[in-house]
């Protein structure tokens, strides 16, 4: 995600299984608390928990929480405020004590730092070894392309542009720090060499984002490898103010002005997919989730395939979340897929679902790391 982070990736730490078992081992099952950072997904999150009979709990790092008011049903039992991200290590203790599993979703571990959030001795939904994978843009290209699931063109010299491309910063967040060539006129217009940066080609086609759930408690379903894979939802992101720059003319006329695209997620929009791609969309997904078991132990609970279907129907995969996306956010009473599995259910929801099955068969430490 972060420069600083891939520097520091040869010596990162991430908190010992066995400690995490050792704590879980003093947890009582019956009494988890689930726990989010207020933001993001928060909302879903807690709700979903609340659903399946959870309590839940609020973290908060400066953040205002008085909207909750507005959501009675998505509100957490309890807040814990908190002045810096450091008082979550203070507090650790405190946590265990109340049966804490922590849900990450993209701002916990972003706000927190990805390495940081591997230290974290409090049990946490997922394999966290994961984060590593997904932070480095070289490491997650390595993954995604050995699963066989085709990405979008790197160009390694600006020379060789012959095709629009997308010139992404490290460090590039949130669509942030992104710009459009066509050329490399415009290439050497707007690149800031003082920053590293990739160039990849722009895919020209429609976004999906495509919400996955890989359950290795499940045998139910699309099996794969001793579980199961489930599409929960998908959606569309709406992006200022690449999404409505078409309306004042020509990119070039805005550039002249000095207005230039940019992709900063505002909101999400549901949608689906046409129908005859989905045997393509579960083998992706398919391939990915056993190319993380190979690489770095798995990938379980839910995770996102951001994805680019071409006007030949190629899909084209620009990143992965390896954790529950925003996106799913439209769909806390369900989507067109997920009442075909679960009817009603939201993706929090099938994460307390998950922690509750996996508390009642003695299964915990298999999905908390
Ligand atoms: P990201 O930060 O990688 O999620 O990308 C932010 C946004 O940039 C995406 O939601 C897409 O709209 C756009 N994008 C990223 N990569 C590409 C690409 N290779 N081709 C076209 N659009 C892209």
């Not at 928990?49 to 929480?65: L, S």
């Not at 939802?233 to 550039?255: A, F, H, P, V, W």
Request: aromatic letters at 12%; one cysteine or more.
């Amino acid at each position: 995600m972060t420069e600083t982070l891939n520097q520091e990736l040869p010596c990162y730490y991430m908190v010992p299984k066995e400690r995490v078992d050792e704590i879980l081992a003093e947890y009582n099952p019956d009494e988890i608390v689930i726990a989010t950072l207020t933001s993001h997904s928060s909302l879903q999150i807690f709700h979903g928990a609340r659903k399946m009979g959870f309590k839940t709990m609020g973290i908060t790092v400066n953040h205002d929480t008085r909207y909750f008011d507005a959501f009675p049903l998505a509100k957490p039992d309890e807040f814990v405020k908190m002045k810096d991200f450091d008082e979550i290590f203070d507090r650790s203790g405190e946590f265990a004590d109340k049966n804490v599993v922590l849900i990450p979703h993209g701002s916990f571990v972003e706000y927190m730092g990805a390495k940081r959030f591997q230290e974290l001795d409090i049990p946490v939904y997922g394999n966290r070894a994961v984060l590593q994978w997904e932070s480095d843009r070289d490491m997650e290209r390595q993954w995604i392309t050995s699963a066989g699931v085709p990405m979008p063109r790197i160009i390694n010299d600006a020379r060789d542009i012959d095709q629009p491309v997308l010139v992404k910063y490290h460090g590039a967040k949130g669509g942030r720090g992104f710009f459009v060539a066509k050329d490399y006129a415009e290439f050497k217009m707007g690149i800031d060499h003082t920053q590293p940066y990739t160039i990849q080609e722009y895919v020209l086609g429609t976004r999906y984002y495509l919400h996955f759930f890989y359950s290795p408690l499940s045998s139910e379903g699309y099996k794969v490898r001793d579980g199961s894979l489930e599409l929960m939802s998908i959606d569309r992101r709406d992006e200022s103010n690449i999404d409505e720059m078409y309306k004042l003319g020509s990119q070039e006329d805005m550039k002249r002005q000095g207005l230039f695209p940019s992709f900063v997620v505002t909101g999400n929009v549901p949608v689906v997919i046409r129908e005859s791609l989905l045997p393509k969309v579960f083998n992706m997904a398919e391939n990915v989730v056993k190319r993380s078991y190979e690489l770095f132990g798995g990938i379980w609970g839910p995770f996102c395939l951001e994805s680019i279907v071409t006007d030949k129907l190629e899909i084209k995969v620009f990143e992965i979340s390896s954790r529950i996306v925003a996106g799913t956010n439209p769909f806390i009473s369900g989507s067109p897929y997920a009442d075909m599995i679960y009817p009603g259910m939201s993706t929090g929801a099938r994460i307390a679902m998950e922690i509750k099955n996996a508390a009642e068969t003695d299964r915990l430490g298999e999905i908390l790391t």
